[in-house]
């Protein structure tokens, strides 16, 4: 069931028992129907003497059944509270977790084109509205739906023309809310469209508030927010007011069906059809249905809240994603670290990439601001997939690799990839959460992070906040490149990996470098670093330009130097 065509599956057990728990609901309030006919009616005894004590003893007992029929219609109303929210909560559960599987599918470039405020949307809102669609819209539904049609079939055969009135009220307030559905479903989008503005306005505000603040653009900032906040507030309005009618008809025509079966009724027993007894029973059954009525109202306003927020979703899982754990995907296999770039193009960023990066190498990307080589190195960790062509590690095309395990056998450092909130050690072993003290001890040597655990509070299990805010530039790097080498992976891509460092991380990176025995990707504008190198790969404009030998850039970058000039790399093939 549901508004997006296979968004969620209700399971056929729930249905069934959220049926019979209505059943049941229906007799306990046809058996007070009958009782309280019978208790009213010997109110007013038509016989005396012996007989009429009789009828007065059988009258209480009546009463005291319809306390013990009171206990279970409670009891079964309870349970149909348990039952539907229970269900809705499973299913959103699951819901939630196959969304969180498609983020999980998704490259950073794909998540560049998204609002966050958008995605949170999709994870909170839509899939608590979602939620309450299914256990007070569906299940409710169903539930109210029994219960409605099961007493008032039965009614019909203790007075027709008193049920009937009862059906007339009720078809005549569901109508009127079935004429303000289009609206409702109107401004649910627009005020749904506003609350997605203003939370990426506020997402971004968290994390640019620096930015703010510096470039003095608060009160320009706080205008822009209170102009957002003022159309949420008008749409949520809208939207109250639509609900407001919604319910007000419902909580209406509860009331007037009273009136109505009173009238009808009045008629009855001048007729001489109905006593009074039954009537009264009528009157507060009929009352006693505005619950269900009323529920059905709120069924109705969720579905319009609903349809919305199924259809967000359903359009979140139609975007693009990779499969993570597809059975025709091979986890990745690093032997040599021969890798090959096979005519790359990404689509607005690389064109036509020809490269090959020889086992044990260190090849330094370099070249302009926006020349592409964040991208080519995002290849390599599967944070950017290709347009047209392949890359090829040791034979083996990474598109047709799992993604989590190319994380076990590509160390990657990034300026997209920021610290996580947790201790350093977690942060340390994130790509590894079982590594032993002996590893974690290996990888802080290597990457020479004594020192900065030393500078730290708590050392290694000092707290580290949501992006590393509470550490400065240096630590979050010198921190950022351990966790690049924990499990020793074969292969590193390194992005601009000693921006921000001092000289002492600089000079533990350097050293890290010369040690390593797999092969490396380094993106760097500075030229100690690309002197390192064993190749060097010079882009412009999204193309390879050029191609040097270690030894050739070293030769060019001497002669620049005795000219005293700066080296300037071949910008067109």
Same mark, same amino acid.
């Given at each position: ?23 049941? %609901? ?48 409670? !009891? ?35 998540? %560049?084109?998204? @609002? ?10 839509? *899939? ?14 169903? &539930? ?11 009614? &019909?055969?203790?007075?027709? !023309? ?27 989008? @627009? ?36 102009? %957002? ?69 709120? @069924? ?48 607005? +960023? ?48 990474? +598109? ?6 190319? +994380? ?40 020479? *992070? ?12 000092? !707290?580290?906040?949501?992006g590393g805010r509470n550490l400065s530039v240096s630590q979050r790097q010198r921190i950022a490149l351990a966790r690049a080498l924990m499990g020793n992976p074969p292969i590193l891509v390194l992005d601009e990996p000693t921006d921000g460092l001092d000289r002492s991380g600089k000079d533990a990176f350097i050293a890290l470098l010369r040690r390593h025995a797999g092969t ?7 030229? %100690? ?28 970058? !001497? ?7 700066p080296w300037k790399p071949a910008l067109v093939s």
């Amino acid at each position: 069931m549901g508004a997006a065509k296979g968004l969620f599956r209700i399971p056929r057990r729930s249905i069934v028992i959220v049926v019979v728990l209505g059943i049941g %609901q229906v007799i306990t309030l046809v058996s007070f129907v009958l009782l309280l006919r019978s208790v009213v009616n010997a109110l007013v005894p038509a016989v005396v003497g012996e007989a009429a004590e009789a009828a007065f003893r059988v009258a209480l007992g009546e009463v005291a059944l319809l306390g013990v029929v009171a206990l279970v219609h409670g !009891w079964l109303r309870s349970r149909e509270f348990s039952v539907t929210e229970a269900v809705g909560y499973r299913i959103v559960r699951d819901l939630r977790m196959k969304m969180y599987r498609h983020l999980q599918g998704m490259t950073p470039r794909q998540l %560049q084109g998204r @609002a966050r405020g958008g995605l949170l949307l999709r994870f909170l809102g839509d *899939l608590s509205m979602t939620r309450m669609w299914i256990s007070h819209g569906i299940l409710g539904g169903i &539930m109210a739906a029994v219960v409605l049609v099961g007493t008032l079939g039965v009614l &019909m055969f203790l007075s027709s !023309w008193m049920t009937l009135a009862i059906l007339a009220a009720l078809c005549t307030g569901a109508a009127l809310s079935l004429a303000a559905g289009r609206a409702m479903r109107r401004a649910t989008r @627009a005020m749904r469209r506003r609350r997605s503005l203003v939370m990426s306005n506020i997402d971004e505000q968290l994390n640019a508030h620096a930015v703010v603040q510096v470039f003095g653009r608060s009160a320009g900032e706080f205008a822009r927010l209170s102009r %957002q906040n003022d159309a949420l507030t008008r749409a949520l309005i809208r939207v109250a007011r639509l609900r407001g009618y919604l319910r007000g008809i419902s909580t209406a025509f509860s009331l007037i069906v009273v009136g109505v079966v009173l009238t009808v009724g009045m008629f009855e027993i001048r007729r001489g059809t109905a006593s009074v007894g039954l009537v009264v029973a009528f009157v507060v059954v009929a009352r006693q249905l505005s619950g269900p009525v009323h529920r059905l109202g709120l @069924a109705h306003d969720y579905w319009h809240r609903a349809q919305v927020s199924e259809q967000k979703i359903a359009e979140y899982l139609r975007s693009s994603s990779r499969p993570i754990d597809r059975l025709s995907l091979e986890r990745m296999r690093v032997r040599k670290g021969d890798i090959r770039f096979d005519s790359v193009t990404v689509s607005g +960023a690389l064109h036509d990439i020809v490269l090959h990066v020889e086992p044990g190498q260190l090849v330094a990307v370099t070249g302009p601001g926006g020349a592409g080589k964040s991208t080519l190195l995002g290849l390599l960790a599967r944070m950017v997939e290709p347009t047209e062509g392949s890359v090829i590690v040791d034979g083996q095309p990474l +598109a047709q690799t799992i993604p989590d395990s190319v +994380a076990r056998r590509v160390g990657v450092v990034g300026p997209d990839l920021p610290l996580m909130r947790g201790t350093v050690r977690r942060n340390i072993t994130y790509a590894l959460p079982d590594a032993d003290d002996d590893e974690v001890e290996r990888v802080v040597r290597a990457s020479g *992070l004594d020192d900065v655990l030393a500078e730290l509070p708590d050392g290694i299990n000092t !707290w580290v906040t949501e992006g590393g805010r509470n550490l400065s530039v240096s630590q979050r790097q010198r921190i950022a490149l351990a966790r690049a080498l924990m499990g020793n992976p074969p292969i590193l891509v390194l992005d601009e990996p000693t921006d921000g460092l001092d000289r002492s991380g600089k000079d533990a990176f350097i050293a890290l470098l010369r040690r390593h025995a797999g092969t490396a990707v380094l993106a760097t504008h500075d030229p %100690q670093e690309i002197a390192l190198a064993d190749a060097v790969v010079v882009m412009a404009g999204g193309r390879v330009t050029q191609v040097l030998s270690g030894d050739e850039y070293r030769d060019q970058l !001497w002669l620049a130097e005795r000219k005293g000039a700066p080296w300037k790399p071949a910008l067109v093939s």
